[in-house]
């Protein structure tokens, strides 16, 4: 059974159609909402209230995908001010943040695992749509 929705943070508009293909492929989740980099993410999460009124069911999402080498704001930054807006925003908690990088630096994976919400580091891409179904239910418990 599928999630509610799953948010791709990513700049590379490849890189998030081909994540996006695969989680349809996988059947993950019924909505899937992306951003370029983690300033937009940030605004979209923040806009809490029309948000929930837009997608009822579907927002926050459940489960967030985030690279790390991204213009504008990168997947640390947006760690640092995600995890502000989660202790402000309790709705916020039951939401995983998976890591989804090219980045093999194991100080990158150290880095990210600092924040208890973060609870995979996958590296850019998996081998099917069945391992990443595998993942992400071993992640959410569906």
Avoid: H, W
Avoid at 12 to 33: G, H, M, P
Avoid at 81 to 94: G, M, Q, T, V
Avoid at 116 to 128: G, T
């Amino acid at each position: 059974m599928p999630i509610a929705s799953v948010l791709i943070i990513d700049d590379d508009e490849v890189d998030r159609y081909a994540l996006k293909r695969l989680i349809k492929k996988a059947d993950i989740a019924n909505q899937v909402f992306e951003c370029e980099n983690g300033k937009v993410a940030l605004e979209f999460l923040t806009d809490f209230t029309d948000n929930t009124k837009k997608y009822p069911g579907e927002f926050p999402p459940i489960l967030i995908f985030l690279d790390i080498n991204m213009p504008i704001m990168d997947g640390f930054e947006f760690l640092e001010e995600y995890s502000k807006l989660r202790d402000e925003n309790k709705l916020f908690n039951p939401t995983v943040l998976t890591m989804f990088s090219s980045s093999t630096n194991q100080k990158d994976r150290e880095r990210a695992f600092t924040y208890k919400f973060v609870k995979e580091y996958i590296v850019k891409f998996p081998a099917s749509a069945e391992e990443l179904k595998e993942t992400v239910s071993s992640l959410t418990g569906t």
